[in-house]
Structure formats: structure tokens, C-alpha cells
């Protein structure tokens, strides 16, 4: 069942094409870190890719050194504040050197 995970998405939201990774870190305790939520504390675990060159030879499938994610687009969900939203996500994108990431809004309409 984890497997499939992934594979389930409401319809509505086909069109985003968005990429979904389902993690299962071991060990758990050292790669799992936690935010406030409005329920509680939320898990999470940083992503990134391949950066810089492994020790060892044999484990070069793990990264040792964070690498800069490929990331080419954003997309802002349904939000009554969408051009403070995007103003506010291009300024962080630039402090981080993703000055080429496309942002854009989400089609859907917020509902309040």
C-alpha cells in the first residue's frame, strides 16, 4: 500500500504535474526534523541533490555534501494574497541564487 501512495491524486489537480516522493529515512531519527503546526509538530526532511564528490567510490548514490535542487517552476495554491505571495517567493528564491525558477499561481479559486 505505501508504494502506491504517490499514485493517488484528486483530479482536480491533474493539470499541476506536480512531483510527489514518498521517504522512508533510516535512520529516522537523524534525518527527520520537526516544525510547529497548527496540530502539532509536523515532520519533515530536507531535500537535496547530489552535490560535490563522495569519499567513497561505492557509495556514490548518497549525497554527503547538500546539492542545489533542479527546481524550474513553482506554483502558489489558491490564496486571496497571490501577487504578495509571488513578490514574497521571488524574493526568497533570489536571496538563494534561483533566479531562473518560473512561479506562478494555481488556477483553482480560493474558497473562504
Given amino acids: 500500500m505505501n508504494e502506491s501512495l ?4 484528486n483530479a482536480g489537480f491533474l493539470d499541476e ?15 527527520v526534523f520537526h516544525r510547529p503546526g497548527p496540530f502539532g509538530l509536523v515532520p519533515y526532511v530536507k531535500l537535496t541533490s547530489l552535490g560535490g564528490d563522495n569519499d567513497d567510490m561505492h557509495e556514490n548514490r548518497f549525497a554527503t555534501e547538500p546539492g542545489r535542487l533542479p527546481i524550474r517552476e513553482v506554483r502558489i495554491g489558491p490564496t486571496p494574497y497571490s501577487s504578495e505571495a509571488t513578490a514574497s517567493l521571488k524574493q526568497l528564491l533570489d536571496f538563494h541564487g534561483l533566479h531562473d525558477v518560473k512561479v506562478s499561481c494555481s488556477e483553482i479559486p480560493f474558497r473562504q
Wanted: charged fraction near 40%; proline fraction near 11%.
Fill in 6 to 9: 504517490d499514485l493517488i491524486k
Fill in 17 to 31: 504535474r506536480e512531483e510527489r516522493i514518498i521517504m522512508w529515512p533510516n535512520p529516522d531519527w537523524k534525518f
